[in-house]
Each structure stands twice: as structure tokens, then as C-alpha cells.
């Protein structure tokens, strides 16, 4: 008899965290999807530029000295470079056609500019206006314009917009999911052992006594069913690898690239453990509650 009960609790057990590390498994590959897709459209954002142009015969070195202060500015500009009449000419040779410059008997028209893409949180009109608005005051004796297409930058700040509302609320909703499930598997576990917790009460034991096993042992479930998920993430992602090797050969080309994955799967994988445990935990705490109070009549 003894021995079946002790079969049946260690089933119960194995099922809440197989039924864990399930959940948390499926959660982490969700969590690197929506992690993976937000850097390439932050990727994407920072591909749109705008164009500082500057006044006619200006001084190399006042243009030098702003691409200098442009590129001091880490918190909004990514990259800014400075592009020279000559470079801006054999740029338009190269995609109009080197006749380019015929129509204007060798005239080139083009000033002096700085191209500049913007940082992903300031893709959007109303920030491009004020980073515009911040670059030509008090330099309006240089600087002619400052260009960028408006149209562009809505259009992808509301398509990126609507995108990240769209993968936090399916990212919320199913962490609920999770949680509820993760919950009821708990409780069913607990339900299996009601009889043990009424007994230890009628020997007087205090309901911080009876849920101090339980807690820790809810804490190494949550612990296992994190670890486990960690693990088949890691054979997921290789067997990822395997099927499309180019992947493994940028990531050796690139040790920045290697160093980022690693640095974002790590904190994929350290919030995948503290979900398990507090779930884990918290979800005993709240199961116990229901049958430590019960009434003796309602237990069967």
C-alpha cells in the first residue's frame, strides 16, 4: 500500500514537471522569437537615414567638427558619416549613370553633407523633427537643411508600432496561459495530497509547518522544470543550427554577433528559471491555502 502511494507521488511528480518544462519550453522558444524579431526590426528602423546638407564652399573642417559632435551623440545617432561633393558626385554616377552630370555641362550641384541614420526609439516624425529642429539651431550658418523622407518614418514607426502591440499582447497572453496551466497541474498535485495535510493539522501542526515541504519542494520543481527547458532550448537551437549551418558560419565570422546571442540567450534562459520558480512557488502557496482552510467534509 505504501509503495503504491509512494508510486502515485512520484508519478504526480514527474507529471507536474514534465508539464512544466513543457510550458516553460514553449514559452522560452516564443520569448527568443519575439526577442530575435525586435532586434531585426530595430535593425530595420536604423537602416532609414536623413541627410545634413550643408552651404556652398563651407569649410571641411566645420563639417568635420559636427560630424565629430553627431557621432559623440550615442544615445540618438548610430552612425554618421560625412560625405564630400566629389563623394557625393560618384555616388550619383554610380546609381543614375556616369552621364549624370552631362545635362549640367560638369556643374556638380551637390553639397557637402553628413548622412546620418538615426538611433531605432527615434525613427518616427515627431522625433526626427526635434533631432532636425536640435541640429540646426545655432549652426543655420552651415547647415542648409536637414532632409528625410516624413512619409517613410510614419510608415514604418506605425507598422513597427502596431507590430511590438501585437507580439507583447500575444507574449502576455501566453505567459497567463502558462501560468494557469502550470497552476492547475499544481493543484491537482497538492488535491492528491489533502488527507496528509488534514492529518498533519490534527496533530497540531501550524500552517507554516505544513507548507514549509511543500514550498521547497515546489522551489526544486520550479528549479528542475527550468533547468530542463534551458536544456531543450540549447538542443533545439542546435538542432536549428545543423539544419541551416550558415548560421554557425556567421556567428564564428563575427565574435560581436556570438557575444550578443549568448548575452540575450542568457537572459532568455535566467528568466525562464525565475518564471519556474515563482510560478512554481506561488502557485503551491495559493493550492495549499484552499486545503489548509477547507473544511473536513469538502476534502472528499
Known amino acids: 500500500m505504501r509503495n503504491n502511494r509512494h508510486k502515485s507521488n512520484s508519478l504526480a511528480e514527474i507529471s507536474t514537471v514534465f508539464g512544466m518544462t513543457l510550458l516553460l519550453t514553449l514559452f522560452g522558444v516564443f520569448m527568443y ?9 530595430s535593425e530595420i ?7 545634413i546638407l550643408f552651404h556652398e564652399n ?21 552612425n554618421a ?5 566629389e563623394d557625393g558626385r560618384l555616388l550619383m554616377m554610380k546609381h543614375v549613370g556616369e552621364d549624370a552630370f552631362d545635362i549640367l555641362d560638369g ?9 546620418v541614420n538615426l ?43 502596431n507590430f511590438e502591440f501585437i507580439m507583447l499582447f500575444v507574449s502576455i497572453t501566453l505567459l497567463i496561459i502558462a501560468i494557469l496551466l502550470i497552476y492547475n497541474t499544481i493543484r491537482l498535485a497538492v488535491f492528491s495530497k489533502r488527507f496528509l495535510i488534514r492529518t498533519m493539522q490534527l496533530v497540531g501542526a501550524k500552517s507554516t509547518f505544513i507548507r514549509k515541504p511543500f514550498i521547497f519542494k515546489a522551489f526544486y520543481h520550479g528549479l528542475l522544470s527550468g533547468l530542463l527547458a534551458i536544456l531543450f532550448l540549447v538542443t533545439l537551437w542546435y538542432v536549428f543550427t545543423n539544419i541551416n549551418p550558415n548560421i ?18 542568457s537572459i532568455i534562459a535566467f528568466g525562464i528559471l525565475v518564471i519556474g520558480i515563482l510560478v512554481s512557488v506561488l502557485s503551491t502557496y495559493f493550492a495549499l491555502n484552499k486545503f489548509i482552510w477547507i473544511k473536513s467534509e469538502k476534502l472528499h
Open 33 to 41: 522569437f519575439m526577442w530575435s524579431a525586435n532586434k531585426k526590426s
Open 45 to 51: 528602423k536604423e537602416q532609414l537615414s536623413l541627410d
Open 58 to 78: 563651407i569649410d571641411e573642417s566645420l563639417v568635420k567638427m559636427m560630424e565629430k559632435k553627431l557621432k559623440a551623440m550615442n544615445e540618438v545617432v548610430v
Open 81 to 85: 558619416s560625412y560625405i564630400s561633393k
Open 107 to 115: 556643374v556638380n550641384p551637390l553639397p557637402a553633407s553628413i548622412h
Open 119 to 161: 538611433n531605432a526609439s527615434y525613427v518616427n516624425p515627431d522625433s526626427a523633427s526635434i533631432f532636425a529642429a536640435r541640429i540646426m539651431k545655432g549652426n543655420e550658418h552651415i547647415i542648409s537643411e536637414v532632409a528625410y523622407n516624413e512619409a517613410q518614418f510614419l510608415e514604418i514607426g506605425t507598422v513597427f508600432k
Open 248 to 265: 554557425i558560419n556567421e556567428l564564428s565570422a563575427d565574435t560581436e554577433l556570438l557575444k550578443r546571442e549568448l548575452i540575450d540567450f
